[in-house]
């Protein structure tokens, strides 16, 4: 029967056929349908096949209702509010569903899910776009075995009270959809269950899974079938596994806070999904759990660049549960996590089980990477963790770079290792100021030849270790089961200080197994050794900063360990513990043949181990090393120490020229602080005896990487010391009395103190009188290398360009370089500063009582005042002075009108032409001798200037 067009309510138990009027339906849009389930019996309501029909108005499910169509679409439109009662809900069998800006309401202890969507046909997506559920305490949506796509947006989960009884179910359970599914832009808020769980879905190469933009808050799973996690993902198959730049899984840009409850197990997991894996900038807080705040297992396949698993931008705020990464198997690259932040949070991070699927395929790319990676303590657990990060049964190469530890409070290693098998670099490692072992590789295997574990520019300070079996800053393990053809383990530019509780050794480095056919099996260079103590007592230590151990099951083989340009400080007291003293470095092994050069140990000895018919040898070279009391070598008669250029305060049973005996004081080696370079260093003084002395070696640079030899010769020592080099600046060229000031440059060493002097040299230019001479010093405070500028003052003279040079001398703990001397040239022309020219200072030449050189007096040159060429000065022609016809021209009584000179002209300091007759002639005679009389002057002037200028220059001689 057909529904009824009255909003009446649906007899119960009876089925209902939807047909849509005059339309085939086949893809068609069927008529609106209201309906009203009052109870009683399950109704069923059947669509017509193909139908798609439009449900509207309001439903309130009092009873279970079932929908059934043969491929027919139900989309929920212009409905406020879809209500259930308890133990109703709404299955849809073999129907596709899509919902928009729908309202769910659900009431308390519903043990079903509300709506059911179960097989529903291919060829239409399900969509669930703007839907609002709330009070899903008692169940929520579950999609189950669809063929089409899943789309979820704008999806709203909101939970009810404290006193609700958790659900056995997830709000939203997808599963076995064949098809992509996409879960974005949602919020899950305030659930007694799991908010998310997706199992069993199939995607093809194009399809994926996308778990996009979501919230999830105030999430408390406590009784769960899926561990109580807010998201679950289980068995995501990929086909292929192979797949193209998109994993099969995507996890993005998500929010997790304050999830779990003390019975919960974990936050997100994910199982068995092939395809690959990718989780980008996530980010989770106030996260505690009895397990793993995110748990991901299984992963398979690879995609993009050959990776099955990638984590960025992952952080975990305080938080008190572990993440962990187990079981995940590539073909190839595997996986890698990048910038992962965990701060404030005692979360242990725990990598596992790591490795390719493909042995026979020749493996070019690490197995795993680790890369900006930050795990900072703090939080509150109680109780200490097992570790802070552990990396566990990886096969394959292992990569560490820019990982910090820091904070951890751990039982076992801040950073730990095991069953590692594969190669490792650890580059700019830091782990510091941990309770726990700093860093710890328990068990490493070397299987090819070409493996090898690399520690470079890393850290591991101050760190106490519980564990009292190991270094307390650096412990490596490695077994090699095969020739090795370089390095088995390579320390450089790497610090290991102040760590305590190390019942062994700072550092202890043990190798078993094939030795390397390069000559070298341990190889530390350019690093540091401080500091190590047992007791927690600053002023004596009870071991090594150092241990080495190497155990050959071929007793053909004699293993290498080499140390250069290294520092090892031992504080004064450390060294006699014992009637010998804690050696700093101790060499175990039945033949080990230890050679160290340019390395500083003062107050340290070394140990060698040697047996009474092995090959055992130590080898030192340009070293500074020894124990202020006791010898600096502890080793038996049959072992064969040679080496020479060596300085040390004992020198007794040492061979003959093997070394220099000089107290430690003596050395005057600073302070182990930042020199430069990526460790810190004792740097050798200016005065040092040991700078200059060592013996040319292949060692060409120093411990912070500056090239050998800086001086006559190269420094013995891990530091070789730069001069400090004093240099003045280009030279200059100023103006007749301005200043002249030159810049001097301090490059090269400056920790310590310097001064010079600078020298004034006459050259054209004369002491005192064209330039101020005055005693010049110039000094720099240790560690200054600030530029220093002084000043010379010039004088205005002669016109012409003179100089003289300023010269840097008598330097003190310095050197002068290649610039030593600057050029200051003074220039000055007939303007300005010119004594010759000038108005204001030279009586000689002053325009006002100069006739001469005033060109308002001077007859010849004043063309007012010129009888041959002014007619209105000449008597002859200018009727105004006439003396006989001007009663106002007299000479003698009006001096402003006097004849052949400039009306403006003082009386007192001119000759009047008293002849009112004067010819031309005449007047062009006066102009001659006039300019006579000055040109005689002028030389007068600077004749005696120069007779001044010699007296001067033969009195500053003499």
Known sequence: MGI????????????????????????????????VNAGGAPATITFAPGLHAELSGTWWLTESVTIRGEGATVTWTQIDTLEWRPDSWLYLDEVNLQMFGLTIVGTADNWEPMIVLDEGPAGFPNIFDGVAIRNANGGGIQLDQAESDLEITGLRVTGGTEETEAHEEAVLEIQGVRGSVSVTDSTFEGLGGDALAIDGVSVTAEQQVRILGNTFVDLTPEESEHQGLAVNVDDVVSSPAVRGAEPALLIADNTFTRLGSEESTGIVAMEYVEGGVALLRNEFQDTEVDGETLYISGIQGNFGAEETLVIEDLTLMDSVARTTIGSVFGIDGVARLERVDVRESEAELAVFEIESVAPEVPISRPALVL????????????????????????????????????????????????????????????????????????????????????????????????????????????????ERVGPTLEVRNTVVSDNRDGEVSGALFSVAGGVSSSGIDILVENST?????????????WVSDLILEFESPNVEDRAEFVMRNSTIERRAGEASVTDEGVPAIRVSGSDVHTRMEHVSMPGGSIAQECRPDGRGALTVQNSAWGPEDGPPILAGPECLVTGTANTVPHSEDLPAGFADELPIADWLLGELVDNGGATPTMLPATRSPLLNSAVPSEVRTDQRGLSRPQGAGPDRGAVERAPSVIEIGADIAVRAGDPATLEVTRSGEVSDAARVSVALRDGTAIAGVDYTEEPIELSWAAGDAAAKE??????????????????????????VGERETATVMISQDDAGTDPVTDPVTDPVTDPVTDPVTDPGTDPGTDPGTDPVTDPGSDPGSDPGADPGADPGADPKTDPGTESATDPGAKPSTTTPLADTGASPAKGLVWVVLLLAAGGLLLAAGKLSRGILRSQRFHGNAG
């Open 4 to 35: 009824p067009a009255d909003r009446t309510p649906l007899p119960a138990g009876e089925n209902y056929l939807v047909t849509a009027p005059g339309n085939s339906g086949e893809g068609s849009f069927g008529a609106a349908v209201e309906a």
């Open 529 to 541: 050794f401080h500091n190590p103590d047992a007791l927690g007592d600053d002023s004596v230590s």
């Open 371 to 482: 890369r900006d990676v930050t795990l900072r303590g703090g939080g509150t657990a109680e109780l200490p963790l097992d570790w802070g990060l552990l990396l566990d049964d990886v096969t394959g190469d292992t990569v560490l770079e820019r990982v910090e530890v820091t904070g951890i409070t751990a039982d076992a290693g801040a950073v730990m290792m095991t069953e590692m098998a594969g190669g490792l670099l650890a580059n700019q490692v830091v782990s510091r100021g941990n309770t726990a072992a700093g860093f710890v590789i328990e068990e490493l295997d070397l299987e090819t030849s070409e493996q090898r574990v690399e520690i470079r520019d890393s850290q591991f300070v101050g760190n106490t270790a519980r564990r009292k079996d190991g270094g307390a800053g650096l412990t490596v393990n490695i077994d090699s089961s095969a």
């Open 790 to 815: 002084f000043t010379v003052d010039t004088r205005a003279g002669i016109p012409g360009v003179r100089d003289f040079t300023a010269t840097l001398v008598s330097p003190v703990d310095t050197e």
